[in-house]
């Protein structure tokens, strides 16, 4: 009798366990809590118990920071190809197609322009589940495109970077997306245009030492791992043992790398905030007024988004 109650109890525990739809409870990579995935949703993806942050896709993060139906996606005919028919564990292409299936942004960047408070912004976000969010030609295309249409339509521009760095499958054609990129952002500075970059986690390798790094103001969320080379190879190069909390956000505005760390369920607000600084001043049209040889020179260099690209 006993056996056959112990053997009905678990029986019993297996058909309720199979009841609950897979998903619907995540554990907190910060305190181990077991979280329910919609209360979860309801806070911007931030355990309510010790403030981490879950990584979240693009089009996620840009439900939470733009004006409703505001977003308009640009440059998505520009993909990566293999240039130099790399292969090392697979053949680079096999991996860009099979990232291509599973992934409805296609690239590591989704750039495109939006409102945040009725105030216009071209923006982009980085997608970490294609390949890393690794830089490739054609991630640094499309924010040298984004970059431009900023210059032609005289609006800020706002980068949300999530990355592991430049994609080793393209080599030195990667890594020159660093350059470009900075290039294009020394000719906002020039004009004047505000550039806000947000840092999550993890932005690394050479995004960090490109465009992610030189916003006019540079945003963290909490505990973003923040950095060129990770913790374990400095470790392992310099001997020595880092300090607590090292390439972590909080260390990174403790030594002036970051000008602020805001929470991803505020984060909306305070760029509304930032960008209210720009509009309502009413300074920003009038003195960021391009000349006409300049806005022709913008609108010359950039192709139509219409036109079909492979890098």
Same mark, same amino acid.
């Given at each position: 009798m006993q056996s056959w109650w112990r053997i009905g109890r678990k029986s019993l525990k297996t058909q309720e366990k199979k009841e609950v739809p897979d998903g619907v409870w995540l554990k907190c990579g910060g305190c181990g809590e077991i979280l329910y995935r919609r209360e979860l949703e309801r806070n911007a993806w931030v355990c309510g118990t010790c403030g981490h942050h879950f990584r979240i896709p693009p089009q996620t993060y840009i439900q939470l920071l733009v004006d409703p139906?505001?977003?308009? =996606?640009?440059?998505?005919?520009?993909?990566?190809?293999?240039?130099?028919?790399?292969?090392?564990?697979?053949?680079?292409?096999?991996?860009?197609?099979?990232?291509?299936?599973?992934?409805?942004? !296609?690239?590591? $960047?989704?750039?495109?322009?939006?409102?945040?408070?009725?105030?216009?912004? !071209?923006?982009?976000?980085?997608?970490?589940?294609?390949?890393?969010?690794?830089? !490739?030609?054609?991630?640094?295309?499309?924010?040298?495109?984004?970059?431009?249409?900023?210059?032609? =339509?005289?609006?800020?521009?706002? $980068?949300?970077?999530?990355?592991?760095?430049?994609?080793?499958? =393209?080599?030195?054609?990667?890594?020159?997306?660093? !350059?470009?990129?900075?290039?294009? *952002?020394?000719? *906002?500075?020039?004009?004047?245009?505000?550039?806000?970059? $947000?840092?999550?986690?993890?932005?690394?390798?050479?995004?960090?030492?490109?465009?992610?790094?030189?916003?006019? $103001?540079?945003?963290?969320?909490?505990?973003?791992?923040?950095?060129?080379?990770?913790?374990r190879v400095i470790e392992q190069t310099i001997n020595q043992e880092l300090p607590p909390g090292f390439q972590r956000s909080e260390f990174l505005l403790e030594h002036g790398m970051i000008d602020a760390i805001i929470p991803r369920t505020l984060m909306r607000e305070k760029l509304s905030t930032l960008l209210g600084l720009f509009y309502d001043s009413g300074s920003m049209q009038s003195l960021l007024a391009p000349s006409g040889k300049d806005q022709e020179g913008v609108a010359e260099e950039m192709p139509s988004d219409a036109e079909e690209v492979s890098l």
């Open positions: 139906d505001s977003f308009k =996606e640009m440059f998505s005919n520009i993909r990566s190809t293999d240039p130099l028919e790399f292969r090392d564990s697979k053949r680079y292409a096999d991996r860009l197609k099979a990232a291509t299936a599973t992934d409805p942004s !296609a690239e590591a $960047i989704i750039s495109g322009c939006a409102q945040i408070n009725r105030h216009p912004v !071209a923006i982009g976000f980085m997608n970490f589940s294609f390949l890393g969010g690794s830089m !490739a030609s054609a991630v640094g295309e499309r924010v040298s495109r984004l970059i431009q249409y900023s210059l032609k =339509e005289r609006i800020p521009l706002i $980068i949300v970077s999530c990355s592991g760095g430049a994609r080793m499958q =393209e080599g030195a054609l990667s890594l020159m997306q660093m !350059a470009k990129t900075c290039a294009q *952002l020394a000719r *906002l500075d020039d004009a004047g245009l505000p550039f806000i970059s $947000i840092l999550t986690d993890p932005t690394t390798g050479g995004v960090t030492a490109s465009f992610a790094s030189l916003g006019d $103001i540079n945003i963290a969320e909490p505990n973003a791992l923040i950095g060129f080379a990770g913790p």
